[in-house]
């Protein structure tokens, strides 16, 4: 087999252990009968621009991109989307006449996510946000996009928060933002005030971790929504649940924004419920 007739797509991270972006282009590919290959690589973070200068030589339609590689290949791709310009990182990059293009599909996959799977919209709501890296920085500037009216941005390193939060008070003046530290009392005064809460932080991924937040201050009006995937029910989303709240999980974020990158590569949309149907068995014990 030559490689070089097939489509060849992939995934840049490290460690990119059990990722599930293979399986879910795979299947949407099957379902289009497209001749194409998905494949997951080890790209170390020194690696990344000869990994890079490799999609051009090998002729490779495009890559997703994940930890730690969003933000550096800033600098190492030919040209930006919009989005990716605004977001300041890559989830997905298309090989077009042969120059590379980043895209960032991250921010609107949540969005997607939101309508979609639980009917909600960030318009006019008041919204707390755990985290301030690179996911929680696309979330952020689609929930001001999408006309959230105040976003409060909770960070471990308070001044990452403040840089967020300055970056969107310049980029939009319709929205209200305040970033605080990642501590108990400071939250439970936020968390009184917010009608969706997300978590975008990768606590609740290990088996020992806690509640990122007081769990007995949630109310049953507030949407929670974890990004987390890994596993599906995080401690946050069971601390929701038993409040009897709305919950959101990351398995619906992960799909839309693979299903954008998917009509990036291909032009064809994803059969996105065939995908989570697919994903749910890998997931699910
Ligand atoms: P990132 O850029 O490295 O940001 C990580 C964020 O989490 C930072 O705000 C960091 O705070 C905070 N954090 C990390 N460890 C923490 C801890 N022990 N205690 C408190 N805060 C902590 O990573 P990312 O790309 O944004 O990804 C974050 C998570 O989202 C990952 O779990 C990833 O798998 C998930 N994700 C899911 C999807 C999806 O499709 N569902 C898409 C993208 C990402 P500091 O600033 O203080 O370090």
Not at 150 to 174: D, P
Not at 181 to 199: F, G, S, V
Request: proline share 6%; net charge positive.
């Amino acid at each position: 087999m030559i490689v070089n007739d097939k489509k060849v797509l992939g995934i840049f991270g490290y460690p990119i252990g059990h990722t599930l972006s293979p399986l879910m282009h795979q299947v949407a590919a099957e379902y289009h009968y497209l001749d194409l290959i998905y494949l997951a690589f080890s790209v170390k973070p020194p690696d990344l621009p000869a990994a890079l200068a490799g999609i051009k030589a090998l002729g490779i339609k495009g890559v997703n991109l994940t930890i730690p590689h969003k933000e550096a290949a800033i600098p190492l791709v030919d040209e930006l989307s919009e989005e990716a310009r605004l977001i300041g990182a890559i989830n997905t990059i298309v090989l077009a006449d042969g120059k590379l293009i980043g895209h960032n599909t991250d921010g609107q996959g949540f969005i997607t996510s939101l309508s979609r799977d639980v009917g909600e919209s960030p318009k006019g709501k008041t919204i707390l946000l755990l985290g301030a890296g690179g996911a929680a920085r696309a979330i952020a500037i689609h929930l001001a996009l999408a006309r959230a009216k105040r976003i409060i941005i909770a960070n471990r390193t308070l001044n990452r928060a403040e840089e967020l939060a300055s970056y969107l008070e310049k980029h939009s003046n319709r929205v209200s933002v305040c970033a605080i530290p990642l501590e108990k009392e400071i939250l439970i005064t936020h968390m009184e005030e917010a009608e969706i809460i997300i978590n975008t932080t990768p606590i609740g991924m290990s088996r020992d971790d806690m509640v990122i937040l007081p769990g007995e201050r949630l109310r049953p009006q507030q949407l929670v929504c974890d990004i987390v995937y890994r596993p599906l029910n995080t401690p946050l989303l069971q601390a929701a649940k038993a409040k009897g709240g709305k919950t959101l999980d990351g398995l619906g974020m992960l799909i839309y924004q693979g299903a954008l990158s998917f009509k990036l590569w291909t032009g064809r949309d994803m059969p996105v419920e065939l995908v989570r149907k697919r994903l749910l068995q890998e997931l699910l014990p």
